[in-house]
């Protein structure tokens, strides 16, 4: 018996399924689509298994929309710096221009930090750092971006390696 009741060939319960419009679909499922079609690519990097597991931010258990493009945000400003409110702010403005869900609340130890705001190394950055593997559950590793602070006040703002995919990008 399989608890909690699902598929023979599935992690995921049927319920959970049922509940997000999921019911025929697999586990590796990622076909997510931005309002209006987006820019024709389909998905947001992460298994519909992983969707249904969840993910951390800020120590709380994060309950993504399996039918929504999730898009992962670390605002590296101080808490109690004027900045902080204002990459917020702009987080929330770019979701509702593009549709996609802003996951906006991570602390440095939801995911291994780079060892320099520049540093491209593709295993850092990951919110699915221990996604499960076995059956092919796992697409890609799903990497946020990071808003951080430019390092003196006369450089300007710029994305870095941008544009791109977040795997590309260490930081704004």
């Known amino acids: 018996m399989r608890i909690p009741m699902r598929h023979p060939l599935s992690y995921i319960a049927d319920s959970w399924k049922a ?4 019911l025929d679909s697999d586990d590796i499922e990622d076909d997510e689509v931005l309002p209006g079609g987006g820019d024709g690519h389909t ?3 992460l298994s519909l298994y992983e ?9 709380t258990r994060v309950d993504p929309d399996p039918m929504l493009v999730d898009f992962h945000l670390f605002n590296g400003f101080p ?4 900045s902080y409110p204002t990459v917020s702010e702009g987080a929330s403005l770019f979701e509702g221009i593009t549709g996609m869900k802003v996951h906006k609340n991570y602390s440095s130890e939801d995911f291994e930090f780079p060892d320099t705001p520049l540093d491209p190394d593709p295993t850092k950055r990951i919110i699915n750092f221990n996604a499960l593997t076995e059956g092919h559950r796992h697409l890609v590793d799903q990497h946020l971006i990071m ?3 430019a390092s003196s006040a006369t450089e300007d703002s710029n994305a870095i390696n941008g544009p791109s995919s977040p795997l590309s990008h260490p930081l704004i």
């Open 19 to 22: 509940s997000n419009g999921k």
């Open 43 to 45: 998905g947001d990097g």
């Open 51 to 59: 969707e249904y597991r969840g993910f951390v931010a800020s120590g």
């Open 79 to 82: 808490t109690d710096s004027a």
């Open 147 to 149: 808003v951080m602070r």
